[in-house]
């Protein structure tokens, strides 16, 4: 059997919440991941389900998986399925550049929303503005944000995103000697307008850098008032801020140059414990990832009661 399940390494399906593998020569899925872009824009792509095509090419293994997701067809990235519930079903198109932040309302009986960072770039923050608004729009009364596999990015747009689910207090201080970085204090002065609803955080280990800035400034402030808990597992522990240096190419180089990462500051948690090395621990831990997905949805509607009749305040 060993030798009829073959991985597939591959960070362009695995971003969208997609692993496979080969099955008796075919393309295969062979886990979603709860809470992803694909669970909720193709709920039908399921474990088990056979991909014939990628891009428009057959899938008889890795090396000619790898070659056609280098081959986009109209800036997608089209699956098309040995199966489906329903004939319009058998085609699946995902987006080339995933949005950094999206949302959606999972229990509308209880009003628990749910909003995925999938990384921290420029448009992170306005990202989110419009999610927190639009599920206020929907009635919800408690918020699952989802931090798994979020390997960082913007250390100011995490610092931007933490603020408003703050309307107060210690985000993160930098310890370092670089400019604007060089022992800062960040703090929250977002007021009325940051979220104070009920707030369930998922990390896993792959959650890094400025995704643990965002987790440990919501566990160090929010859990101490019972508005927060964080459900998964300790993060990576990649508490630094890196600035990437371009070398210049050699004589015996063939022109080609390289790129080092110099750290340039270490983040320290607002409970003074540094971030590097250490991780964020969650309150609940639990390892597998459908499991996450429940508990944080129990957490959610268990945190409702004392919450109740409060709305989302609309960003500005």
């Not at 949302?103 to 921290?120: A, L, N, Q």
């Amino acid at each position: 059997p060993s030798q009829l399940l073959e991985p597939v390494e591959t960070t362009n399906l695995a971003s969208y919440g997609l692993t496979v593998r080969m099955v008796n020569g075919l393309l295969a899925v062979d886990a979603v991941q709860p809470g992803s872009w694909i669970s909720f824009h193709a709920p039908h792509v399921t474990k088990g389900i056979g991909i014939l095509k990628v891009n428009g090419r057959r899938i008889t293994g890795p090396a000619v998986l790898d070659a056609a997701l280098q081959s986009p067809v109209g800036g997608i990235v089209e699956l098309e399925l040995s199966e489906a519930a329903r004939p319009e079903e058998t085609v699946v198109r995902l987006p080339l550049q995933l949005p950094t932040v999206w949302h959606r309302v999972v229990g509308s009986k209880d009003g628990i929303g749910y909003i995925r960072i999938g990384e921290f770039q420029a448009t992170t923050p306005r990202d989110l503005d419009l999610a927190l608004n639009a599920l206020r729009m929907q009635d919800v009364r408690s918020i699952v944000l989802d931090l798994r596999g979020n390997r960082g990015g913007s250390f100011t747009a995490a610092v931007e995103v933490a603020k408003r689910f703050l309307p107060a207090g210690l985000i993160v201080t930098t310890q370092g000697q670089v400019g604007e970085v060089a022992d800062r204090v960040f703090s929250s002065d977002f007021g009325m307008r940051a979220n104070e609803l009920p707030l369930v955080v998922l990390i896993d280990s792959e959650t890094a850098s400025a995704a643990e800035v965002v987790a440990a400034a919501i566990r160090d402030n929010q859990q101490r008032q019972g508005r927060a808990v964080l459900v998964g597992m300790p993060t990576f522990g990649k508490g630094t801020i890196q600035y990437p240096l371009k070398l210049a190419a050699g004589e015996d180089s063939d022109g080609k140059s390289g790129t080092v990462r110099v750290t340039i500051a270490r983040l320290i948690a607002p409970n003074g414990t540094a971030i590097n090395g250490t991780g964020i621990t969650p309150e609940f831990l639990v390892p597998d990832a459908a499991r996450q997905w429940e508990v944080a949805i129990e957490r959610a509607i268990e945190m409702l009661q004392p919450m109740s009749g409060m709305t989302i305040p609309q960003s500005q």
